[in-house]
Nanobody, 120 residues
Framework: VQLQASGGGLVQPGGSLRLSCAASGTIFRIHAMGWYRQAPGKQRELVAA???????NYADSVKGRFTISRDNAKNTVYLQMDSLKPEDKAVYYC???????????????WGQGTKVTVSS
């Protein structure tokens, strides 16, 4: 299983970016997909997550600014980031909680990370 993230870059404060993450390989079912971020010198933190039934969860710091969505048919999760702030600067990692077979156990998989820089 591989998670391929894309969409990071440099944006000015107040700007927008859209991250995408596609899961590929032998996948039976993805329960939840999400985005985490890690700023320099800080621990990795949850940004947003969405379940297969579209239940969502956001970090307080991004509520009202970020929107997570997912395309189950494409095994892809998106993160629309609006009104970006300098404190949003971090490496963003996508995550999937999935099983690879009917009788398998759910495991966590991580993408390679995509860097987001918010600066004027």
């Amino acid at each position: 299983v591989q998670l391929q993230a894309s969409g990071g870059g440099l944006v000015q404060p107040g700007g927008s970016l859209r991250l995408s993450c596609a899961a590929s390989g032998t996948i039976f079912r993805i329960h939840a997909m999400g985005w985490y971020r890690q700023a320099p010198g800080k621990q990795r933190e949850l940004v947003a997550a969405i379940t297969i039934r579209a239940s969502v969860n956001y970090a307080d710091s991004v509520k009202g600014r970020f929107t997570i969505s997912r395309d189950n048919a494409k095994n892809t999760v998106y993160l629309q980031m609006d009104s970006l702030k300098p404190e949003d600067k971090a490496v963003y990692y996508c995550n999937a909680n999935l099983i690879t077979s009917y009788y398998g156990n759910y495991n966590q998989y991580w993408g390679q990370g995509t860097k987001v820089t918010v600066s004027s």
